[in-house]
């Protein structure tokens, strides 16, 4: 497409950051936008000419704060710059020697770009493995589901800042806890957490309550993983926690517990009647010996995540609780991660039992 040319007609300063604004500019001129600084100087090979020529800013880590490529008295943001409608590598002109597609689109252990989630108009997203897993994990690109519909239904579609965060957290975590190991995803989402866990060497069932979500995520593994693995490695189910509420009712769903490892990514977001099912289905997948990696964020109503918390602690301990962001994970602040594990009989709280042996979550 031809760029507007400096002082041309359709020339705004400064552009906004909004990939919307940009889109309706886009039509109205029939030309790229190309950002302006404030001062009205046009940017020189997609930045100003004062900003990021030589020096240091060349030369950081990619997994430096991403908050340095984006500059809002320009209009540089992660939506304009990196939305892939202009492309696989975003729009150029927002790219220089010091600042390229790479250092500020992928998502980098520590770079906060997990900040701009959830990404509602960019269709494909780049998550790059964690500077000690270079080499043995690719960059994964995930897709988007960008098609419109009730909000329950578009929430799956997108990738998350907690996904990110237990993201970082399971690269983190010996190859032992993977390789060769059942293990179950609830709420996979569009799949990066699944993903991992077979590029690990897990036996991955990943499972979501919206078709149109394992849809998306089936595609990513086929678009970033080799066939085998894919294949022999990666299983899709279907699953609604409320029809997954006896022992029979989950093998019919395909689900065969126990699993050594079930991995759960801000399901706590969902209604308190949703949660009761899940600790049930929780209960039926594991055993004594299994683990639960759970990410946890910020829940807006304080009395409303007692309330669950309480639910899933009756029957579910905490082995492990780590500040997210202290440990460098995120920098989404109150973001959690934590390890569970069932609560011996004795150790349960008060907690209701049904005649089967599962909880009774009234």
């Known amino acids: 497409?031809?760029?507007?040319?400096?002082?041309?007609?359709?020339?705004?300063?400064?552009?906004?950051?909004?990939?919307?604004?940009?889109?309706?500019?886009?039509?109205?001129?029939?030309?790229?936008?190309?950002?302006?600084?404030?001062?009205?100087?046009?940017?020189?090979?997609?930045?100003?000419?004062?900003?990021?020529?030589?020096?240091?800013?060349?030369?950081?880590?990619?997994?430096?704060?991403?908050?340095?490529?984006?500059?809002?008295?320009?209009?540089?943001?992660?939506?304009?710059?990196?939305?892939?409608?202009?492309?696989?590598?975003?729009?150029?002109?927002?790219?220089?020697?010091?600042?390229?597609?790479?250092?500020?689109?992928?998502?980098?252990?520590?770079?906060?770009?997990?900040?701009?989630?959830?990404?509602?108009?960019?269709?494909?997203?780049?998550?790059?493995?964690?500077?000690?897993?270079?080499?043995?994990?690719?960059?994964?690109?995930?897709?988007?589901?960008?098609?419109?519909?009730?909000?329950?239904?578009?929430?799956?579609?997108?990738?998350?800042?907690?996904?990110?965060?237990?993201?970082?957290?399971?690269?983190d975590l010996p190859d032992g806890l993977f390789r060769g190991r059942r293990i179950l995803e609830l709420g996979t989402g569009i799949g990066l957490l699944s993903l991992h866990a077979a590029l690990r060497g897990g036996l991955v069932t990943g499972t979501d309550g919206s078709s149109r979500s394992l849809a998306l995520a089936r595609g990513n593994a086929e678009l970033n993983l080799d066939p085998a693995l894919a294949w022999n490695h990666l299983t899709w189910r279907l699953v609604r926690w409320e029809d997954a509420q006896s022992d029979e009712s989950v093998r019919l769903l395909g689900l065969s517990g126990p699993y050594a490892v079930v991995i759960c990514s801000a399901l706590l977001y969902a209604p308190l009647a949703a949660i009761r099912h899940l600790v049930r289905l929780l209960w039926l997948a594991t055993d004594d010996d299994s683990q639960i990696l759970w990410g946890s964020g910020a829940v807006n109503d304080a009395a409303e995540r007692a309330q669950k918390w309480s639910l899933l602690l009756r029957f579910f301990e905490v082995d492990e609780a780590i500040d997210a962001v202290a440990a460098g994970y995120t920098v989404v602040e109150n973001t959690t991660v934590l390890r569970l594990r069932r609560r011996h009989r004795r150790r349960r709280r008060h907690a209701a039992v049904g005649s089967d042996g599962t909880p009774a979550c009234e």
């Not at 701009?116 to 897993?133: G, K, Q, T, V």
Request: hydrophobic residues 40%; glycine residues 12%; negative net charge.
């Open 1 to 171: 497409m031809r760029r507007a040319p400096a002082g041309a007609a359709c020339r705004h300063e400064p552009v906004a950051a909004d990939v919307v604004v940009a889109l309706v500019l886009l039509l109205a001129c029939g030309a790229v936008v190309v950002p302006v600084r404030a001062d009205g100087r046009a940017a020189v090979g997609g930045r100003a000419a004062d900003r990021g020529g030589g020096g240091g800013d060349a030369g950081r880590q990619p997994s430096a704060r991403q908050e340095n490529c984006w500059d809002a008295d320009s209009g540089y943001s992660f939506g304009l710059c990196c939305n892939s409608l202009w492309g696989e590598q975003g729009l150029e002109n927002c790219w220089n020697e010091a600042f390229s597609f790479e250092r500020c689109c992928h998502f980098h252990a520590g770079g906060g770009n997990e900040m701009s989630l959830p990404l509602m108009d960019i269709e494909e997203l780049h998550i790059a493995p964690a500077p000690h897993r270079v080499g043995h994990e690719p960059v994964l690109r995930l897709r988007q589901d960008l098609s419109k519909g009730a909000w329950t239904e578009q929430v799956p579609g997108f990738l998350w800042k907690q996904a990110c965060a237990m993201h970082r957290w399971l690269e």
